[in-house]
């Protein structure tokens, strides 16, 4: 690969299988291009707006989606340092889609590598796919990893 080719990778995870499994891959693009990566976790007010109303709890929800996000970008961080790839940890809270789409416009990132639940359907209309989304939108290539 060219080491030119990347120097900023932006990784959004989950911390789902799913994810870590776009986590490896990302890491190791990194790795072979030395590129830095972002590794990005959105507290979805989205999920929280739905805790508030139906619950009664957003707060303590988010406070939940936070610690779960401290675990997910822990996991990024862990692979970067043993395999010798600078990580940053990123904490953002919103829309998924739209977080992730604006962070890499406006950090000129060269790289997208996200996983995906591979909802299909109806499940996919209902819920709606972050991964889908930012792939029809984004402005920089996008790696979907199954």
Not at 63 to 78: D, I, R
Request: charged share 20%.
């Amino acid at each position: 690969m060219n080491e030119d080719l990347f120097k900023k990778i932006l990784i959004p995870t989950d911390g789902s299988e799913n994810a870590k499994k776009a986590v490896a891959y990302g890491i190791n693009i990194a790795r072979a291009t030395g590129a830095e990566v972002c590794a990005m976790y959105v507290v979805s007010t989205e999920n929280a707006g739905t805790a508030r109303t139906v619950m009664g709890w957003a707060g303590a929800f988010e406070e939940y989606l936070a610690n779960q996000g401290g675990v997910a970008t822990a996991y990024v961080e862990k692979l970067g340092k043993e395999a010798g790839v600078k990580v940053e940890p990123m904490y953002l809270k919103g829309s998924p889609a739209e977080k992730i789409l604006e962070y890499a416009e406006e950090s000129n990132i060269d790289l997208i590598v996200m996983g995906t639940q591979g909802l299909t359907g109806v499940q996919r209309f209902l819920i709606g796919s972050v991964a889908e989304n930012v792939l029809r939108h984004s402005k920089v290539p996008v790696m979907i990893v199954r």
